[in-house]
């Protein structure tokens, strides 16, 4: 399973470090929407969805997370624990969050506004949506 990975140039000097994301450089799409998951629960997994149309990027900004991507036919495991790099996740891709870190912030970067027809929530639909686009 192709998993796109996106590196972020940290700019760090003697007062710390600073990473900027701009539309036409890092990111491939123009950002709509930013939202930011944190506090999550102990032993939480949260998503269980696909998206028909939403592309995003997720990244770690602190702590630590698992995303589980799933394409209908392939799976793949990928943790985040780095605000130097994001995750960028197509249309399409069932995803789930789990294995937070107490202390984790997971900021997405996304190419839509917030649609739930957008959303689908179950996964046989899932399957069959991409079966019937193949
Ligand atoms: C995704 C993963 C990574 C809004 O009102 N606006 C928004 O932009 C979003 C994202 C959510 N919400 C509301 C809808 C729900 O009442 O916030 C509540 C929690 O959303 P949801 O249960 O969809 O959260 P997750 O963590 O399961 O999924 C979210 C995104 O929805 C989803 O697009 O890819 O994070």
């Known amino acids: 399973m192709d998993i796109r ?3 972020f140039q940290p700019h760090g000097d003697a007062r710390g470090q600073l990473v900027a994301v701009e539309e036409g450089k890092e990111l ?4 709509k929407r930013v939202y930011y998951l944190y506090d999550t629960v102990s032993g939480v997994t949260r998503g269980y969805h696909a998206h028909k149309k939403l592309q995003q990027i ?6 630590s997370c698992t995303i589980r991507l799933d394409n209908g036919t392939e799976q793949a495991l990928v943790r ?3 605000p130097t790099e994001g995750l960028y996740v ?3 891709m069932w995803r789930e ?10 900021l997405v970067l996304a190419s839509e506004l917030y649609d739930e027809n957008d959303y689908i929530r179950n996964y046989d639909e899932f ?7 193949a």
């Open 5 to 7: 990975m996106i590196s």
């Open 28 to 31: 491939p799409f123009s950002v």
């Open 58 to 63: 997720l990244i770690c900004v602190h702590g």
């Open 80 to 82: 985040l624990d780095r």
């Open 90 to 92: 197509a249309n399409t």
């Open 97 to 106: 969050m789990s294995d937070f870190s107490p202390d984790a912030v997971l």
């Open 127 to 133: 399957l069959r949506y991409v079966k019937e686009r």
